[in-house]
């Protein structure tokens, strides 16, 4: 597990880490939206620009960026093969079949690979940079608006707060499960696809039976703690906007408006 | 007046043949320190869920501080009683320390100002405001209590209901967590109600509550309690070392005094009559 670094927090001070996390959901949202736009060289070039200055600002390793990235390696590399073979259009070097390589096809994949690692990048950067707790605040306080339409936006983030706050748990109980199937002989991670799956039911069930009766446990403690319903409480943790935030957020509006400027240059 | 007040208290589970708790009758009074004991399965967990309206009793009553409990009272019965479970990470909710210090609060519509300094105190009541911002996953089960004791002191309950809190902590984290509760008792004149099978938590008691199969079947001063040796292991209770020592000794046919004595009592005991012989 530990060489699983999408969707990690990496603990800093950096520029980026104090930002608060509903602008920084907001940076991501405009950024990702705004890759949609891009069409031509200097649109991308915008984009890697602002990205990597970004980047430099979170002060995150870029060896872990890298790190984060190569999970991802065989489905990238899937969509840019599909897309070579498939994409039509345009001078034709080679075909075979339905299979057939042409400029269009070629330059597709390539606009596509970009997109792809852009939106990989920025999203990586925002889990990097922001602990999974604060997401969750800040989707809340971003849904806020939806309550006046009785959504339940309090209690939908209290699960996603519950989820995350457990993960760890299910962790560490996953691998006591597995060391008891362990010493009584049990390997795993050897043998076909079958006997490995064979392998894996034996802890699946346990885990599952045991984040049930946790399940029970909790709403039990929560409901002594008076716990009634989602909605009507008061709130502890509170997010700051400050000017950092409010700045980031107009040179990213900025960014948006250059980039469908340039469009036009094509 | 007492301040927990239960009569004729019955509760069965839809899915079993007896009832969990049968035909129970108890009062506590307010200040008190009243530990329950009994072996696996004897209907512990049972009543103390129905005490905090978790479970609603199928016959008998219950008073809380002089309310009545029903499905109407039952938040407000809950203001006055705070719960720590057995297991510390089926009831640490917050993702962090100083949230789930909070919680109960939030629940309860306390303004920000004022959580923040009940968070505050509570953790430093507890010894752990160093770890406000830890999460769980980077706490010991004993910390993990603690922060549960703090939890339930932040909205200042009159009655603490103890649920084999300490029966996952070591020995050390046991006892730490008892003084803290002994402490804690003193200052705010708290009632406890201590379900346990811990012989050092239920000495703390001023009465000891045996239940099996759901009824109360005893009811004695530690003192007296522990005077049955081995007999505690029927009762629910880990016999402690020194009465294990005391009944070894009179098997030997020393002269052994006949109430119970302490690890401390005992060792004095000891040291006197080897010197008076
Ligand atoms: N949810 C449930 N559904 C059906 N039966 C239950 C349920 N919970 C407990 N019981 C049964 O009720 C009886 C009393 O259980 P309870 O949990 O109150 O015991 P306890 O004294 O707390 O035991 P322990 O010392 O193991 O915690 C037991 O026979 C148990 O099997
Ligand atoms: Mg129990």
Not at chain 1, 5 to 20: K, T
Not at chain 1, 63 to 85: A, D, E, K, Y
Request: aromatic share 8%; proline share 3%; with cysteine.
């Amino acid at each position: 597990m530990n060489n699983f670094m999408f969707g990690r927090y990496i603990p800093g001070n950096s520029w980026v880490h104090r930002l608060d996390p509903r602008a920084k959901l907001l940076l991501c949202f405009i950024y990702i939206g705004v890759v949609f736009f891009a069409n031509n060289f200097w649109t991308y070039l915008l984009l890697t620009v602002v990205l990597l200055g970004s980047i430099i600002l979170a002060a995150v390793p870029a060896r872990i960026f890298i790190r984060g990235l190569r999970p991802l390696f065989w489905l990238l590399l899937f969509t840019v093969v599909i897309q070579i073979f498939f994409g039509a259009g345009g001078h034709v070097y080679w075909q075979w079949g339905v299979f057939s390589i042409t400029h269009d096809g070629l330059v597709s994949a390539g606009l596509i690979l970009m997109r792809f690692v852009l939106i990989i990048l920025i999203s990586t950067l925002l889990t990097f940079t922001t602990q999974p707790l604060a997401i969750a605040d800040g989707i809340e306080s971003l849904l806020n608006p939806l309550r006046k339409v009785h959504f339940p936006v309090a209690t939908l983030a209290l699960m996603l707060s519950l989820s995350l706050r457990f993960v760890p748990t299910l962790m560490d109980e996953a691998t006591k499960i597995m060391n008891a199937q362990r010493s009584r002989g049990v390997d795993f991670g050897s043998g076909g696809l079958r006997q490995q799956i064979k392998t894996i039911v034996p802890i699946l069930i346990p885990l599952f039976v045991n984040a049930f009766q946790r399940a029970v446990d909790i709403s039990i403690a929560m409901e002594a703690r008076g716990y009634r319903d989602g909605e009507n409480r008061t709130k502890y943790r509170q997010l700051k906007w400050r000017s950092a935030d409010t700045i980031s957020l107009v040179g990213f509006v900025i960014m948006a408006g250059l980039v469908i400027a340039l469009r036009q240059l094509t | 007046m007492a301040i927990i007040s239960v009569s004729n208290l019955t509760y069965q589970y839809a899915q079993s043949e007896a009832p969990a708790v049968n035909d129970v009758t108890f009062d506590v009074e307010a200040g008190d320190w009243v530990a329950i004991v009994g072996h696996n399965g004897s209907g512990k967990s049972t009543l103390a869920k129905l005490l905090i309206g978790i479970l609603a009793a199928d016959s008998g009553t219950i008073d809380i501080a002089g309310t009545r409990l029903t499905e109407a009272s039952v938040w407000d019965v809950r203001e006055t009683i705070g719960m720590v479970f057995q297991n510390p990470d089926n009831q640490f909710v917050g993702a962090t320390v100083a949230d789930d210090v909070a919680f109960g609060m939030e629940n309860r519509h306390v303004s920000r100002d004022v959580m923040i300094r009940r968070v505050k105190e509570a953790l430093l009541q507890v010894g752990m405001w160093e770890f406000r911002d830890r999460e769980p996953a980077r706490l010991s089960g004993g910390q993990k209590q603690r922060v549960a004791l703090a939890g339930v002191m932040a909205v200042a309950p009159k009655i603490l209901i103890l649920d084999e809190a300490t029966s996952m902590l070591d020995p050390e984290g046991r006892s730490d967590i008892l003084n803290t509760i002994k402490t804690l008792k003193q200052k705010l004149n708290l009632t406890v109600l201590s379900i346990t099978h811990d012989i050092d938590e239920a000495a703390q008691a001023d009465r000891i509550l045996v239940i099996d199969d759901g009824r109360f079947i005893e009811e004695a001063t530690p003192q007296a309690l522990f005077e049955h040796g081995s007999d505690l292991i029927a009762m629910g209770l880990d016999v402690p070392f020194s009465a294990k020592l005391t009944e070894l000794l009179a098997q030997r046919g020393v002269a052994v005094p006949a109430h119970y004595l302490d690890e401390g009592s005992l060792a004095d005991w000891l040291w006197k009559s080897r010197l008076t012989k």
